[in-house]
């Protein structure tokens, strides 16, 4: 009913599952490619959405880009795994995706699926043209690297939560460039505009994200910066109680014009793109960011419910 509501939104509604059902058509038939797709679906409807606007070859590289990324992402997550077996594993994972044999069971739900069956994830890597592999290759090292340094340290400092960021989602940012450069169709970005991709899409995520996360049992990891919260706040769980809702949107109004510093960037990195598809594909996430940024400002419901921006609002 929410979209039959809101008739203005069906048009973009439909266009994007049209496309997805073109896509599945054009699904390599191998076991491993509709594994990885298969398993893009279920981690991800959004980005499983937005994959439709590339061409097949750079969709392709780009889903594997995610899952690996994915994977090395639910070894950081999994609270279960022993610090000093999760640090091995994440400043090597770059070496395991050349090896098809290799898997590591951690995570729940689909994300253990994605781990028990990493194979499948290897051997597509595997078929991906050399100049995608390198990219792959570069992004998941140096990413394990910076998670392996956070799983021993807190974001204390705005320092902290840019360079925590820049690992988790500018150094994507990264590889998307190179990726995009590899095809031959655009430029190569520079990095710091790339790294702006990231962390505008990464802190908009955080923010939105308080409420899921903080009440999250066990208890997960935050990365709400303490030199901005704790301006407003003892401790970081005191905003969610209706007590302190006035500080808390102060914090939260702080947070969000945090994020809104790398705006500027992003539309500078998406006004060099010279691919339609390319565009499409930076363009509506980044809007989705914009918009969610926008519904959170100074909204204390992102301390009651999960604020979000519809996806037939991107048209």
């Known amino acids: 009913m929410g ?22 058509r054009q699904i390599p038939p191998q076991e491993h490619w509709a594994f990885a797709y298969d398993m893009l679906q279920k981690v991800s409807r ?19 880009f995610y899952l690996v990324l994915r994977a090395l992402d639910t070894v950081e997550d999994d609270t279960g795994v022993p610090t ?3 640090l091995p594993i994440l400043q090597e994972f770059y070496r395991h995706i050349y ?16 781990m028990d069956n990493f194979r499948h994830v290897s051997i597509a890597f595997l078929e991906l043209d050399q100049g995608y592999q390198n990219a792959i290759e570069e992004i998941t090292r140096r990413m394990g690297a910076g998670m392996a340094i956070y799983i021993c340290k807190e974001v204390e400092t705005v320092d902290d939560y840019n360079e925590y960021c820049h690992y988790v989602a500018g150094l994507v ?25 990231g962390l505008f899409l990464q802190k908009t995520n955080i923010i939105r994200d ?29 905003l969610k109680y209706e007590e302190n809702s006035e500080r808390a949107v102060q914090c939260l109004n702080d ?18 793109l010279k691919d339609n598809a390319n565009f499409r594909f930076c363009a509506i ?31």
């Open 173 to 197: 940012g990264y590889g998307l460039s190179r990726l995009f450069h590899a095809t031959g169709t655009e430029d190569l970005a520079s990095d710091q505009l790339s790294n702006s991709m």
């Open 285 to 315: 996430p980044q809007i989705m960011a914009i918009g969610t940024c926008a519904q959170c400002y100074n909204n204390v419901q992102v301390f009651r419910r999960v604020v979000k921006m519809r996806r037939g609002k991107t048209n």
């Open 210 to 238: 308080y409420l899921e996360d903080i009440n999250e049992i066990p208890r997960c990891r935050m990365f709400w910066p303490r030199e901005i919260w704790s301006k407003y706040a003892d401790e970081l769980e005191d």
């Open 255 to 272: 947070m969000v014009t945090n994020a809104l510093i790398h705006a500027e960037d992003c539309l500078q990195y998406m006004s060099a």
């Open 84 to 86: 000093e077996v999760k």
């Open 46 to 64: 959004s980005f499983a959405l937005v994959i439709q606007q590339l061409g097949p070859d750079l969709r392709n590289a780009v889903c594997i």
């Open 99 to 114: 090896n098809p044999d290799w898997h590591f069971s951690c995570g729940r739900g689909h994300y253990r699926v994605l």
């Open 3 to 24: 979209a039959l509501s809101r008739p203005e939104e069906v048009a973009p509604l439909v266009k994007m599952a049209a496309a997805a059902w073109r896509i599945r």
